[in-house]
Nanobody, 126 residues
Framework: QVQLVESGGGLVQAGDSLRLSCATSGRTLSSTVMAWFRQAPGKEREFVAGVRGTVSWKLHADSVKGRFTISRDNAKNTVYLQMNSLKPEDTAVYYC???????????????????WGQGTQVTVSS
């Protein structure tokens, strides 16, 4: 059983930075694609960033490109999301997800991820 536990969320002001962490346990995920999604009130869950395996193939959504950076430390079984220059529109619950073994590359589709954390709230005030 895979478990994902997010941490690092909080209330910040516009322009501030936060680093989210996702600690994984249960099985080795070093070759599995890992991703961050977010869901704002009244909106659908959306892809934020993903990273795959030891070659660190990364993909960031256009809305966060240049501000957010995903990374992973396989030795610590942890995935990170460094968020800089935060905006009020970044306010959401952020979820960590582990991709299905069969998918290729870094998928942006929710259905390609089969394990999810409980989420961590990020609130950015203007």
């Amino acid at each position: 059983q895979v478990q994902l536990v997010e941490s690092g969320g909080g209330l910040v002001q516009a322009g501030d930075s936060l680093r989210l962490s996702c600690a994984t346990s249960g099985r080795t995920l070093s070759s599995t694609v890992m991703a961050w999604f977010r869901q704002a009130p009244g909106k659908e869950r959306e892809f934020v960033a993903g990273v795959r395996g030891t070659v660190s193939w990364k993909l960031h959504a256009d809305s966060v490109k240049g501000r957010f950076t995903i990374s992973r430390d396989n030795a610590k079984n942890t995935v990170y999301l460094q968020m800089n220059s935060l905006k009020p529109e970044d306010t959401a619950v952020y979820y960590c997800a582990a991709g299905k073994a069969a998918i290729a590359g870094v998928s942006t589709r929710i259905r390609d991820y089969d394990y999810w954390g409980q989420g961590t709230q990020v609130t950015v005030s203007s």
